[in-house]
């Protein structure tokens, strides 16, 4: 007796094979690539990377899970929302991480802001990521969610070294909430993207909690590129912010482990080898912008 052949069986979650090659062996070769990376410009020591998103969406997780790659244990300095982080945003202001790594400094800052609200006049402006980005928002700042930082602020640097600037914007998106990610928030990133575009600093998506939304991939991180889930999360997101896809990388991060897992840190690890490739090229090429 078998099941009724009227009855159609669930669609295969999986696809037959992975969409995009990835190489899960290759964490020690990428660790020791990162912890020996240099810039490739003379008066800039390290690489700034500003990272944004939503409140709750695990930018703080982010920066946390790329430290602990590289430490190889479970690291928590940027402080994460515990209280299911939809509420207020715990970073107020301009945080800096620098990463350590192979028991010295990595040159990677990483730099935390508080999260996009879509209402207007909520949550760190357009305005302020921009200004962010471009080394004018002194570390520290606390930004105000009324009001945008002007000129006129003592917080504000005019005239930024090039060391004071970012070039790289990672745009962290919770992958169990892309659909329903609001347009007025659409609208903003519009106006981040066109502005940053403008003068070349590229943008990438880290689309985090990729095992929350897809159960397949919950289980096993090595389906990430089979699930039909992820796929279409990828796309929707690529589609609704205008970012290619090979700029969006799913992640999961650490979020309550006790140790680190090799196919954790090797997904975080090959994001941050593109998002500092994007930075440097960038950075190479800022004579000209
Ligand atoms: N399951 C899962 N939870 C995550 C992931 N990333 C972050 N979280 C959780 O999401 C919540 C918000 O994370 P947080 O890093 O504080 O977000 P932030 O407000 O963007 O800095 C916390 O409870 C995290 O533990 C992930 O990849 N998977
Ligand atoms: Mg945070």
Redesign the pocket.
Known sequence: MGASPSVPSPPNPELNKPWRIFDWGQKKDLKEKLENFSTSHPDVKDIKILVA??????????I?SIESAFQGRISSR?????A??YGH???KTLNRFTIKGGGKKTPFVFK?VM?LQPIVLEGSQPEDIINAVFGHVKDGYKFNQEQALTYKDQHYTRDPELSDQAFCLVY?I?ADTVEFTDDRLIDKLTIIRQRLSDKGIPQVIVM?????ACPLVGKDLRKIYSSKKIKEKMELCSAKVGVPLTNIFP???Y??EIDTNDDVDVLILKAVEQIVHLADDRLEDSESY
């Open positions: 998103g939503q409140i709750g969406a695990g930018k703080s997780s982010f946390n940027a402080q994460v929302n515990s299911d982080g945003s715990f970073t935390d999260g962290v919770a985090t909690k990729v095992d929350e992640v999961k991060n979020h309550n």
